[in-house]
C-alpha cells in the first residue's frame, strides 16, 4: 500500500492523508478532479476522510469489479483505473482466497 495525498498540495496532516494501492495512488497523480463518463462534468475525486464508500461505489459481479454509483464515484473509477486488467488479476485471487469484498466498509464518522 502507499501513503496517498487526498490533496496533493495539502501538506502531510493526517486528515489528508489514506492508504492506497499503488495502481490508484501513481494513477491519481496530483489529479483533484476527475472526467464523469456519464455527465461529461469534472467532478472531485472521491475523498475517503469526507465520504462513505458505500454512498459513491459498490461492488459488483461478486466483488471483482468497482461500480461508481455517483458522479463522483464514476469519475474516481475512471481515473484511478480502478478496474484495471492487473488489479482484477488480484482481486480474483483475493476473492478465491475468501479474502474479498469486504461485507460493509468502516463508516469514517466518530461513534
Known amino acids: 500500500m502507499h501513503i496517498e495525498h487526498i490533496d496533493p498540495g495539502g501538506g502531510d496532516r493526517i486528515d489528508n492523508l489514506c492508504l492506497s494501492c499503488a495502481n490508484c495512488n501513481l494513477s491519481k497523480a496530483l489529479a483533484v478532479t476527475a472526467f464523469d463518463p456519464v455527465t461529461k462534468e469534472v467532478i472531485p475525486l472521491f475523498n475517503p476522510r469526507q465520504q462513505l464508500w458505500n454512498d459513491h461505489f459498490e461492488w459488483i459481479q461478486g466483488g471483482l469489479v468497482i461500480k461508481g454509483l ?12 480502478m478496474n484495471h486488467e492487473r488489479v482484477l488479476i488480484a482481486r480474483r485471487r483475493w476473492i478465491q482466497g475468501g479474502w474479498h469484498p469486504p461485507a460493509i466498509l468502516p463508516s469514517t464518522e466518530e461513534p
Not at 455517483?70 to 483505473?81: F, I, N, Q, S
Open 70 to 81: 455517483t458522479p463522483t464515484g464514476r469519475a474516481t473509477v475512471e481515473r484511478l483505473k
